[in-house]
């Protein structure tokens, strides 16, 4: 899920897995579909995303991941959330929650 921050914007897309072939799909799609110009993007600090270490405490990527490679070939800048702040990545979590909720109540057939 991609939530513009300026316009609440969202983007979502269902992926098989939490890898980072996915993540780049996810940002190919993302790039196609956006209505506006990406210039920088704030992931949490998953797998899919980066290959920085935590034990660094470095707060930006590394820039040979996959994903970061993605970015650069796009011209958009990417940036990593602190560990272990969830309040970061707030707007995505209200929003997984209201999705959460209306497919509890949504039968889909």
Request: aromatic letters at 6%; glycine letters at 6%.
């Amino acid at each position: 899920m991609s939530i513009d921050r300026a316009t609440r914007w969202v983007y979502v897309a269902i992926k098989p897995n939490k890898t980072a072939a996915s993540a780049r799909a996810f940002l190919k799609a993302l790039h196609n579909a956006r209505p506006i110009r990406i210039t920088r993007i704030l992931t949490n600090n998953g797998k899919e995303f980066t290959d920085r270490l935590f034990a660094s405490r470095e707060r930006n990527p590394s820039g040979n991941h996959q994903f970061d490679q993605l970015c650069q070939e796009l011209g958009i800048g990417h940036r990593l959330t602190r560990p272990r702040t969830a309040q970061t990545n707030g707007i995505v979590e209200r929003f997984n929650g209201r999705i959460a909720d209306v497919l509890k109540t949504t039968s889909i057939q």
